[in-house]
């Protein structure tokens, strides 16, 4: 998800750090995942707009504190897995 900003006296540097490509204006970053039920189980630190969201997520390594909190499990003999899903 995203916020967008306003950049102090509109610096040029500071608003290419910030600008977010997909929409086109300065703004800041952060993604949430939660359970199925809606639970909250991360919520990752703000980046700034001009990061890709998966490299945020890469870089948070949230992918190896959910695989352990929740594990594979095997159902009439067929694995399933955490899934990650976004706009």
Known sequence: SY???RIPNDDPTV???FW???HH???VGWFIL????GRIVFV???YEGSR???TAYDSSNVNRL???QYPACVVQQRTFRPALGGD
Do not use: M
């Open 3 to 5: 916020t967008k900003i």
């Open 34 to 37: 939660c359970t199925a039920d």
């Open 52 to 54: 890709h969201d998966k």
């Open 66 to 68: 959910l695989q352990q």
């Open 25 to 27: 204006v300065p703004a």
């Open 15 to 17: 608003r290419e750090q």
């Open 44 to 46: 990752s630190d703000v």
């Open 20 to 22: 977010q490509g997909k």
